[in-house]
């Protein structure tokens, strides 16, 4: 592939002919304020300018009544950090020489995210012919799901259902080493393992979940195109950056979409099953419920629920009202079934607020006035029916089990420390 520095030096006067110049200054020009002269492609300037609306259109997007300065500040940290996403994975990323590249987490924070999950993305050729290759590791499972789209869409143009090719069904060596071709038929002459490349996908999302962040060891993976095949062109290139604004505004404005979507067709204050997620591209082999918490700061919120009779992972976790997960690094937004403590008769209450109940599974939904909340059962034999209950603060400790520990401020603040230690050991870059 070209040297980025090279092609920004000539970028603003590089000929480009036929239908790529055309392709190229559409792309480019769909946010600038004039057309581009034909035949060139677009300078820095133009690129710069095309990106200038993007932030302010989602904070209108975002509907918050006379949005502070504060929050206006966290909007544009937001989008600089979907744009710095949207260059690993659409600019820098090429399908002719993949490479697996971070997605969603603490820092790409869109979509909520699950802290369980380490998220990689590459994008593929339906013509090409892929090896995946690496080591296991020893978490609990890793998928990779095959995707119809590079970019979000509106809700009511997005596709389900996608193929999902889970690592674990592979031959794995002794040494944890696994390979795999996936392409559209089986090469001539392969008898080892092959995964079908749906004529259709465009994009691989890779999951990798672990529930005991500070013992289990992410898997290592690679991706090698096997048909030759010339590297991406400095048009190419040139087109791909002019889709940043796209990139941008469809990421976090279709999560925006979403959680107003879920505000209206899901319970306020409750939990219910996902209406929308498997519908979207979730895994077709999670239940997914989706709720809305809206409660004040002297509030909670206490969801109750037996667990399936046989499950391979369950994990709920809180997010903001742009499904931005809370900061899970920092704070306990998130619970799974290695961390959770459940109850003497088997169920699962978990305590939703600001302020700290001084109970195991908190799940802190910091200074956010309403947001998303999500819980997700893997391979799950059934899908249970949670019941949230809202409560004064105070009184949290008068609907939980009177053996239901006390968790002291300086206990929070170890547990915190070692939460904090461990999801910086996983490899999220």
């Known amino acids: 592939m070209p040297d980025r ?3 920004l030096k000539g970028m603003a006067t590089v000929p480009v002919s036929g239908m790529m110049a055309a392709t190229a200054a559409k792309a480019a020009t769909s946010m600038t304020k004039a057309p581009l002269p034909a035949g060139t492609l677009p300078s820095w300037a133009d690129q710069m300018e095309a990106l200038k609306p993007v932030a302010d259109n989602l904070i209108a997007k975002w509907g918050r009544p006379n949005p502070t300065e504060a929050e206006r500040q966290d909007m544009y940290a937001l989008c600089l950090a979907i744009l710095s996403e949207g260059y690993l994975c659409n ?23 699950n802290p369980d999950y380490i998220y990689g993305s590459t994008q593929v050729d339906p013509e090409g012919i892929y090896r995946i290759s690496g080591f296991r590791g020893t978490t609990r499972f890793i998928d990779i799901q095959q995707q119809k789209a590079r970019v979000f869409v509106p809700l009511d143009k997005m596709r389900g259902a996608m193929e999902i090719n889970e690592v674990d069904e592979l031959t794995i060596g002794k040494d944890g080493y696994f390979s795999v071709i996936l392409s559209g038929k089986r090469p001539e002459g392969h008898t080892g393992d092959w995964w079908l490349l749906e004529p259709d996908t465009v994009q691989l999302l890779l999951r990798q979940c672990s529930t005991d962040w500070r013992n289990e060891l992410d898997g290592r993976m690679a991706i090698e195109r096997l048909d030759p095949v010339a590297p991406a062109s400095t048009e190419e290139f040139a087109r791909r950056f002019s889709e940043m604004p796209a990139w941008i505004e469809g990421m976090l404005g ?13 319970p306020t204050n409750g939990l219910e099953l996902s209406k929308k997620v498997a519908k979207i591209g979730g895994l077709n082999n999670q239940f997914y419920y989706d709720g809305i918490y809206q409660i004040d700061d002297d509030e909670a919120l206490i969801v109750e629920t037996v667990l399936p009779k046989q499950v391979r992972y369950w994990q709920m976790l809180v997010a903001d009202d742009r499904f931005c997960t809370v900061d899970w690094f920092n704070r306990q ?20 607020s600001r302020g700290d109940p001084g109970v ?3 799940l802190d939904k910091a200074n956010n006035v309403w947001g998303v909340i999500q819980m997700r059962f893997n391979k799950a034999s059934d899908a249970p029916d949670p019941v949230v209950t809202r409560v004064k603060l105070a009184d949290v400790r008068k609907h939980l089990p009177a053996d239901t520990p006390v ?16 999801a910086q050991f996983r490899r999220t870059w």
């Open 333 to 352: 937004s998130s619970i799974n079934d290695k961390t959770a403590r459940l109850d003497t008769d088997g169920k699962l209450r978990a305590v939703i």
């Open 5 to 7: 520095r090279d092609i």
């Open 407 to 422: 968790v002291t401020p300086e206990e929070r603040r170890r547990h915190l420390a070692a939460r904090r230690e461990a």
């Open 254 to 266: 279709m999560m925006m979409e979403l959680t107003q979507w879920y505000k209206a067709h899901h």
């Open 360 to 362: 195991p599974n908190w």
């Open 91 to 113: 600019v820098y990323m090429d399908p002719k020489r993949p490479v697996w590249v971070p997605l969603w987490n603490m820092a790409y924070n869109s979509g909520g995210p």
